[in-house]
């Protein structure tokens, strides 16, 4: 794993939190966000998924 694919896994699972976080409390605002964090997690650890791929292809 790289970097990219951890901080991105970290971000997904942060976020998760935070928007459940935001459904028991009632805000919608902690909702958005917490989504807005997976979906950067999400294209975060893709990133790090193909840095991965290409380096495994230049071997």
């Keep these: 794993m790289n970097k ?3 901080k991105g ?3 997904d699972i942060a976020g998760k939190v ?12 902690q909702q958005a966000k ?3 964090k997976q979906v950067e997690g ?3 650890k893709g ?10 292809q230049t071997k």
């Design 9 to 11: 896994e970290a971000k």
């Design 47 to 56: 990133l790090g998924d193909a840095k991965e791929f290409i380096k495994d």
């Design 42 to 44: 999400k294209a975060q």
């Design 18 to 29: 935070q928007e459940e976080v935001g459904k028991l409390t009632g805000s919608k605002e």
């Design 34 to 36: 917490g989504l807005g």
């Design 4 to 6: 990219d694919q951890l």
